[in-house]
């Protein structure tokens, strides 16, 4: 299996920052990588697949880059809704999830 | 508008073969390109994906549960059957089903989740 790595497994950030979290996969998956965000409670929502395209609908708040084995989740202007878990997932291969990283309000 | 919707026992004992069902409506397991996939996730921890079934019947399962994982689908009741042998508490968490990507087209569709526990 293809192993996801998330870091850091929780961060701290105030409304209007701008928020980075990385994902590294234990091999290439070319750009297979989506992201997903996750309120208590609540199911996932996709937000970036082919690690860089937007879902329908996602603001251009959320931006992904990365290729191979590093790729990244940008977040900018950070707003209260924005606070939530976060998962990054490969499917070049029978899909995996990373460990998620947790986003609090500093 | 597509829908999901996961049913099943809320509470299994060890040992037992849990069966969930998810029904979906505003799209068709017989039209090209479409799938169902079976994600769950333990209280306070990550995502699993599961297993995944085909408009053409191929399926796909989770490396480390393949043994205990079946798939399979009813075009004509749009539902999907996942069954998972030899509950165990360790397998205590939310069920999704989810339309997400299919090989080719991605979507972002999720059942609200059931909630299974494997307890004596």
């Known amino acids: 299996d293809i192993q996801m790595t998330q870091s850091p497994s929780s961060l701290s950030a105030s409304v209007g920052d701008r928020v980075t979290i990385t994902c590294r996969a234990s091999q290439g998956i070319s750009n297979y990588l989506a992201w997903f965000q996750q309120k208590p409670g609540k199911a996932p929502k996709s937000l970036i697949y082919a690690a860089s395209s937007l879902q329908s609908g996602v603001p251009s708040k959320f931006s992904g880059s990365g290729s191979g084995t590093d790729f990244t989740l940008t977040i900018s202007s950070l707003q209260p809704e924005d606070f939530a878990t976060y998962y990054c997932q490969q499917y070049n291969s029978y899909p995996t999830f990373g460990q998620g990283t947790r986003l609090e309000i500093k | ?120």
Do not use: H
């Open chain 2, 1 to 120: 508008q597509v829908t999901l919707r996961e049913s099943g026992p809320a509470l299994v004992k060890p040992t037992q073969t849990l069966t969930l069902t998810c029904t979906f409506s505003g799209f068709s397991l017989s039209t090209s390109g479409m799938c169902v996939s079976w994600i769950r996730q333990p209280p306070g921890k990550a995502l699993e994906w599961l297993a995944r079934i085909d408009w053409d019947d191929d399926k796909y399962y989770s490396t480390s549960l393949k043994t205990r994982l079946t798939i399979s689908k009813d075009t004509s009741k749009n539902q999907v059957v996942l069954t998972m042998t030899n509950m165990d508490p360790v397998d205590t968490a939310t069920y999704y089903c989810a339309l997400l990507y299919c090989g080719g087209d991605w979507f972002d569709y999720w059942g609200q989740g059931t909630l299974v526990t494997v307890s004596s």
